[in-house]
C-alpha cells in the first residue's frame, strides 16, 4: 500500500493507493509546525474512522512548502519504516527530462502535473493548475517539462483586493449573472471571474503560438470545474491529476531499482 501525499501551500493531500486505485483520501491544512506525531494521530484517526486496516509500505511526497519536509520524512520513518520518495531530490527519478534553464528550481507539483499529464494525455500539452498560484506548465511532444507561467491565484486575487481596499468585503468566487455588476460584490467577482477567462485564454494562446502547434489544455485544481463549465477553455478536467503523478512516479522508481 502506498501513501502519496500532496503538500500545497494551502492544504496538504493523503491518498492510500493499492496498485490500481485510490482507496481513501483526506485533506487537512498545510502547517509546517505539524509534527510526525501529529501527522499519525490525524491519519490513524482518519483510517480507523473508515475501517480500515492496511499495512502501509512505501510513502511518496510531493510539497511546495520545503518546511513541512523534514516531518513527513520522520512521520514516514518511524511509522512505516519506509524512507519516503520526496519530488525533486536527487534520489526520485522522473519518467520524463526537465529542460529549463541551469539552476532553475521546478516546483514539485509542477514536475508532477506534467508526468501526469504525459501518461493521461500524451505530450504537446498545457496544464493548467488553480492553486494559490495559477500555473501553466507546458509539455513537450516527448513528454518534457519545459517551463510555464506563474500567475496569481483566484483567491489570492481576491484576498489582495479585500486587504488592500478598506471598502471592498471578502467574497467568494463564482461565475456572475453578468458581466457588468450592479453592487460591490458582483462587481467584483465579475472583475475576477472574468478577469481569469480572459488571462488563461490569452496565456494558453500566446503559448500555442509561440510554439507553433496545436496543443491541448488540461485543467487541475480546486477551482478548475468553475472555470470548465463555463468557457471550454479547456479539452479536458483531470481532478486528481497530482496524485497520479505521484503513482506513475512511484511506479517509475520501483522499476528502477
Given at each position: ?30 502547517e ?6 501529529q ?13 480500515l ?17 523534514f ?69 513537450d511532444t ?116
Open positions: 500500500m502506498l501513501l502519496a501525499i500532496d503538500c500545497g501551500n494551502t492544504n496538504t493531500v493523503f491518498s492510500l493507493w493499492d496498485g490500481t486505485r485510490f482507496v481513501a483520501t483526506w485533506r487537512t491544512s498545510t509546517w509546525q505539524r509534527t510526525a506525531d501527522y499519525y494521530v490525524w491519519l490513524r484517526t482518519l483510517m480507523q474512522f473508515q475501517k486496516e492496511v499495512d502501509i509500505t512505501d510513502v511518496i511526497i510531493s510539497s511546495t512548502v520545503p518546511r513541512v519536509v516531518n513527513l520524512r520522520v512521520f514516514a520513518d518511524r511509522y512505516f519504516n519506509t524512507r519516503p520518495l520526496v519530488v525533486g531530490k536527487p534520489d526520485c527519478l522522473l519518467p520524463v527530462d526537465v529542460r529549463v534553464d541551469e539552476g532553475t528550481q521546478v516546483g514539485p507539483d509542477r514536475l508532477v502535473n506534467t508526468v501526469a499529464g504525459f501518461d493521461l494525455f500524451g505530450g504537446d500539452l498545457i496544464m493548467v493548475d488553480f492553486g494559490t498560484a495559477t500555473t501553466f506548465d507546458v509539455v516527448d513528454g518534457a517539462y519545459v517551463g510555464g507561467v506563474i500567475a496569481p491565484g483566484v483567491n489570492l486575487s481576491l484576498e489582495a483586493l479585500h486587504q488592500a481596499a478598506a471598502a471592498l468585503p471578502h467574497v467568494d468566487i463564482t461565475k456572475p449573472q453578468s458581466v457588468v455588476g450592479t453592487n460591490t460584490v458582483a462587481c467584483m467577482q465579475s472583475g475576477v471571474f472574468w478577469g481569469y477567462v480572459g488571462l488563461v485564454r490569452e496565456i494558453c494562446d500566446r503559448i500555442k503560438a509561440e510554439r507553433a502547434r496545436e496543443m491541448r489544455v488540461i485543467s487541475t485544481g480546486g477551482l478548475a470545474p468553475l472555470f470548465q463549465q463555463s468557457e471550454a477553455l479547456f479539452d479536458a478536467y483531470q481532478e486528481d491529476l497530482t496524485m497520479h503523478g505521484l503513482t506513475v512516479i512511484y511506479k517509475y522508481n520501483k522499476e528502477k531499482e
